[in-house]
Antibody, heavy 122, light 110 residues
Framework: EVQLVQSGTEVKKPGESLKISCQGS????????IGWVRQMPGKGLEWMGI????????RYSPSFQGQVTISGDKSISTAYLQWSSLKASDTAMYYC???????????????WGQGTMVIVSS | QSALTQPRSVSGSPGQSVTISCTGT?????????VSWYRQHPGKAPKLMIY???QRPSGVPDRFSGSKSGNTASLTISGLQAEDEADYYC??????????FGGGTKLTVL
């Protein structure tokens, strides 16, 4: 079964750093873009950015550029989302999702991870 | 890059049809036929229901259909069932390998 498995819940203090992970299985990890999506408590989905594990090409939403770093390790089929200095406003559920493609561009998120809850509180 | 506009809520009775709209701009929905729709039940991860405006992934019932006209895409759910009660989000490719989601619509099955 094709799946993405994310790391577990994190509870951090403001100013701390964090790196969460998303590991793919049962498909060629290097051939599909992986995206990250934020969902703040009681709110909607927000696209943060994507990475192509094959060559680490990375694109960010203007809203998240400079706020987070997306990276990957294709040797272990894993994508990462990291913060250097967390804020209380980073408290949210974070989903990774695989991007399918019908042709030239990636077009939809077809496989989703279970989500990683990040809680930032003093 | 502003969020796509969706109605906050829609409702319908079992067996009826409902349509959820998703309005973007000429930079996203209006230019690209890469609109997708997701269903999210409380506490669960989103699930892809429609991609490329009107295509259904394997396993999604044909009660779900999608369309687009100009800068507005639509998701229609016919033969409403209790399990359809959820939040629905649209998403569009916006060029340069970027994406934008809609604000989400809460569907209530009366």
């Amino acid at each position: 079964e094709v799946q993405l498995v994310q790391s577990g819940t994190e509870v951090k203090k403001p100013g701390e750093s964090l790196k969460i992970s998303c590991q793919g299985s049962e498909y060629r990890f290097t051939s599909y873009w992986i995206g990250w999506v934020r969902q703040m408590p009681g709110k909607g989905l927000e696209w943060m950015g994507i990475i192509y594990p094959g060559d680490s090409d990375t694109r960010y939403s203007p809203s998240f550029q400079g706020q987070v770093t997306i990276s990957g390790d294709k040797s272990i089929s894993t994508a990462y989302l990291q913060w250097s200095s967390l804020k209380a406003s980073d408290t949210a559920m974070y989903y990774c999702a695989r991007l399918r493609s019908s042709g030239y561009y990636p077009d939809a998120f077809d496989i989703w991870g279970q989500g990683t809850m990040v809680i930032v509180s003093s | 890059q502003s969020a796509l506009t969706q109605p906050r809520s829609v409702s319908g009775s079992p067996g009826q049809s409902v349509t959820i709209s998703c309005t973007g701009t000429s930079s996203d929905v209006g230019t690209y036929n890469y609109v997708s729709w997701y269903r999210q039940h409380p506490g669960k991860a989103p699930k892809l229901m429609i991609y490329d405006v009107s295509q259904r992934p394997s396993g999604v019932p044909d009660r779900f259909s999608g369309s687009k006209s100009g800068n507005t895409a639509s998701l229609t759910i016919s033969g409403l069932q209790a399990e359809d009660e959820a939040d629905y989000y649209c998403c569009s490719y916006a060029g340069s390998y970027t994406f934008v989601f809609g604000g989400g619509t809460k569907l209530t099955v009366l």
